[in-house]
Structure formats: structure tokens, C-alpha cells
Nanobody
Framework: QVRLVESGGGVVQVGGSLRLSCEASESIFRAYPMTWWRQAPGEERELVATIATNTGYTTYIAAVKGRFTASIDTGKHTGYLEMNNLKLEDTGVYYC?????WGQGTQITVSS
């Protein structure tokens, strides 16, 4: 059974840091890019970052560029999203995704 299992997240103050992990089933990890999404309350889900699991090449939306870093550990078939200098507007549920599979989502709350 293919799964994506997320961990990390929580409550952090403005300017703080968090790291999300997404452990994928080995069968899909290298086959598809890993994408990170977030959904703020009352908003649509938006793509935040993408990392190619074969090359490590990353892309980010402008709102997080320079603050968020996506990375992978191929041996652990796990992706990471390191988030620094968090802002209030980063609050939301964060999801990892590969192809048609989604992580369960993890809440990040940035407080002032």
C-alpha cells in the first residue's frame, strides 16, 4: 500500500522555524517529484514547493522563497520542508504529495 506519512509541524512564534517530514513508500519515492502544499483557513490549497527526487532540483513560490527549503533523503525515502522566519500568513495545514498520493496533512500555526 502506497503511503505518505507526515510528521512535524505545531505552533511557533513569528520568526521561528519548523521542519516537516514526509516519508513515502519506496515504490514511488524516486518516480515522482515531491510537492508541498498548504491550505490556509477559508482558502484553496496552494503549491508551496517542489523537489525532483531524482535530481534534488527545487522550485518555490515567491512568498516562501529564501525562507523555506525542500530537501530529500533518498536512503530514507523521505522529503523535508525546512521553514525559517515563519510569518503569520504561513499558518495552515501543510500536505506533501507525490503523483496522486497525499500525506495526511499537518497543522502549522504561527502566532504573534
Amino acid at each position: 500500500q502506497v503511503r505518505l506519512v507526515e510528521s512535524g509541524g505545531g505552533v511557533v512564534q513569528v520568526g521561528g522555524s519548523l521542519r516537516l517530514s514526509c516519508e513515502a513508500s519506496e515504490s514511488i519515492f524516486r518516480a515522482y517529484p515531491m510537492t508541498w502544499w498548504r491550505q490556509a483557513p477559508g482558502e484553496e490549497r496552494e503549491l508551496v514547493a517542489t523537489i525532483a527526487t531524482n535530481t534534488g532540483y527545487t522550485t518555490y513560490i515567491a512568498a516562501v522563497k529564501g525562507r523555506f527549503t525542500a530537501s530529500i533523503d533518498t536512503g530514507k525515502h523521505t522529503g523535508y520542508l525546512e521553514m525559517n522566519n515563519l510569518k503569520l500568513e504561513d499558518t495552515g495545514v501543510y500536505y506533501c504529495n507525490q503523483w496522486r498520493y497525499w500525506g495526511q496533512g499537518t497543522q502549522i500555526t504561527v502566532s504573534s
